[in-house]
């Protein structure tokens, strides 16, 4: 077997571009010649182009695969384990990607809300749930020693929970979003009626609202929480949700003040 450059790209179902590609970087370089002078491709090369093309396949880059096909200072075995290992990767990547593009699709699917309204908000929930993962890892390493809490947090990996929430805090945005504009006492009302709903749903959300205050955790997780949120937004969540639980403690205390009252009278 020995054929010209373009016949061999034919039979290998290649490029010209590519060969000549191959011989310059010294991948694939024929070693014959005819009596033109012209470089001729043999059983030889084709098995040669064969290996290129299936660790291609796998991933590798064309300087890994000349690294691997000249040295074989790893055995093939050790290569398509490291492959394995970043597909893997990759492959939990893309789900991850898809997960939030399948969030942010359901949301715009529910009646109620236009289009119009969520691409108000649309970069905002996009990089809530992209940051979700490494932000939940972050409370669990945070809270480690808390079973109460932790058992809470698996919570936040629960699919029926995550549809809950991703619409209850879109409807918080937006609420707080017409309070900013509107400064009504309706609009003050639904926020607190919205967090009175999300604390139902997620009681240990004022455990994280606390990590807020905690510079520590914040300089060591501040890349995962650093969110893209308008600045007056994010101050007026971070005002309400403050307003919204420090009442909730107070009428704690007045319930438990009225209560001890009633006893004592008894």
Known sequence: MEMTIGQFAKLVGSTVRTLRYYDKIELLTP?????????LYTRLDWELFQQ??????????????????TNENVKNR????????????????????LEVIMRMDRLYNI??????????????????????????????????????IMEEIKLLNDPQYKEKMDREVWNLIQAIRNSIRFNDSSSRKKIRDILNKMDHIFPTSRNFLNLIDDDQFLATHNHEFNNYFPEDIARYIYKEMQTYYNDKEKSKDKDKTVTKKVNDSQ
């Open 52 to 69: 290129i093309t299936i660790l291609k396949h796998f991933g590798l880059s064309l300087n890994e695969i000349k690294k691997q096909i």
């Open 31 to 39: 070693t014959k010649y005819n009596k033109n002078g012209r470089k």
């Open 78 to 97: 050790d290569l398509l384990l490291v492959q394995k290992q970043l597909i893997e990767k990759k492959q939990a990547e893309l789900n991850d990607r």
């Open 111 to 148: 009646d109620g809300i236009s289009e119009e309204q969520l691409d108000e908000f649309a970069f905002i929930m996009l990089d809530l749930f992209r940051r979700e993962k490494n932000q939940i890892q972050a409370f669990e390493k945070y809270f480690m020693a808390d079973k109460q």
